[in-house]
Nanobody
């Protein structure tokens, strides 16, 4: 199993940047695909970015493509989400999630993620 703790959320003006971090504890971090999800009030939780176990492949939802970047550091058991050019519609609770798989065909399938952090609030003011 893996335990996940997010940090880095906060309040930022439109056009600004934030970097979210997720630290994983437990064994075999490099056997996990990692994803970032977000959930706005009254909406479903959606996968917005994911990275495969090796870091060689990444996925982005259309809503964040070109603005957000996901990365991972195996030595630190960490995954990051760099968010640039933030918009008010990016306001949501952001969750880090893990899916134990070295199959690089499944890392972008949100339904497979089964380990979750507690979430961190991101608020973008206009």
């Amino acid at each position: 199993q893996v335990q996940l703790v997010e940090s880095g959320g906060g309040l930022v003006q439109a056009g600004g940047s934030l970097r979210l971090s997720c630290l994983a504890s437990g064994r075999s971090f490099n056997s996990y695909a990692m994803g970032w999800f977000r959930q706005a009030p009254g909406k479903e939780r959606d996968l917005i970015a994911a990275i495969n176990w090796s870091g060689s492949r990444s996925y982005y939802a259309d809503s964040v493509k070109g603005r957000f970047t996901i990365s991972r550091d195996g030595a630190k058991n960490a995954v990051y989400l760099q968010m640039n050019s933030l918009k008010p519609e990016d306001t949501a609770v952001y969750y880090c999630a893990a899916h134990q798989s070295r199959n690089s065909n499944t890392y972008s399938q949100g339904w497979r993620y089964d380990y979750w952090g507690q979430g961190t609030q991101v608020t973008v003011s206009s």
